[in-house]
């Protein structure tokens, strides 16, 4: 069975991450057609990847009877807005994340889905990298014992992004930042991990008040951080484990996993960016570095496996492992997190059940 693909946004993550990787789904999905607001970006894509249909208009992805499934790759304001849209179609959906603006809008999404019978998977789909599936293994094994903490960090860099292509303005803009934006990876991965969030408390900071993009088709542009950009949050799981999460567009890096899980027996140390990486792990005794085997040529994110695991939801009709409504749980965390910062007080989270 091979499935019509429609993809809406066709930027710089469509670009980089999804479309390289199409090749890997080999028979079981084929482009229709894209779409962007650039004409000249669309047929550019259309050309490249030899999709027979291009258009401005995302409605006309949706109406057409060949696209069996809609990849939603389209700025963090619209993902909602599309995503329902395309459900409404009678079109099963991957939605970048986050799927939506809030936990209860997301919780919609999901009823809505179940409602038509169509399969909603909402990325990231960071619990499907190979490297997150081994430290799964190696904490259901009992590695590192009763785990107690952990520590996560990730940024998406300082501002400007050199050779970005797009604009960036959406990222900066109000109801995104790199608590929406890049917060989501560690927080899937720590709840898929650890289970539910129990309490959060959260401080924050803005590091400058707009910057201007020196290079690219956008050079000149004067963006506006309109949210701040550095987050870190403390996070109670209702295992009784704490975790320390930094999310940031204001730092360069880090010098060492991105994501370390402790224990009264060992620590597990792992990338959740790059598929490339090893994973660290020592019981107390060794400490060993491990080559996890993966399809990503180059390393970075391997989005694909989510559009991968819709396409087989789709097939087999088996429930999904990247639910909208574990997306939710996570947009309730977010949620908790940005009244703590303002507040300045713990704030409980509700179960994801």
Known sequence: MTIGIGVVGVGGVAQRDYLPEFRRLGTAARLVSVSSLSGERARTVAEAYAVPS??????????????????????????????????????????????????????????????????????????????????????????????????????????????YQSDPTPFFAKGAGPLVD??????????????????????????????????????????????????????????????CLEANFSTAATLGPELQIRGDAGVIGLSLLDVSAPLVRADGEQTVDEQTPHEREGGGPDHILGVAHLLDCITSKTASRLSALRAAHVLDVIAAAQASAQERRQVDVPPSA
């Open 54 to 163: 291009w258009t401005t208009d995302y409605r006309e992805v949706l109406s057409n009877p060949d696209v069996g499934a809609v990849l939603n790759l389209t700025p963090i304001p619209v993902h909602e807005e599309i995503t329902r849209a395309a459900l409404v179609a009678g079109k099963h959906v991957y939605s970048e994340k986050p799927i939506a603006a809030s936990a209860a809008a997301a919780r919609a999404l999901a009823a809505e889905a179940v409602e038509r019978g169509l399969v909603l998977i909402a990325a990231p789909s960071i619990l499907l990298f190979p490297q997150v599936q081994r430290a799964a293994r190696l904490l259901g094994d009992g590695l590192v014992g009763r785990v107690t903490s952990a520590y996560a960090y990730v940024s998406g860099g300082i501002p400007p992004w050199a050779g």
């Open 182 to 243: 890049m917060a989501v990876y560690p927080l899937h991965a720590l709840t898929g991990l650890l289970g539910d969030v129990t309490r959060v408390s959260a401080m924050s900071s803005r590091s400058r008040d707009s910057f201007v993009v020196d290079d690219g088709p956008y050079a000149g542009l004067s963006v506006p951080v309109e949210v701040d950009d550095t987050w870190v949050l403390l996070l109670e799981f209702a295992s009784g484990a704490i975790a």
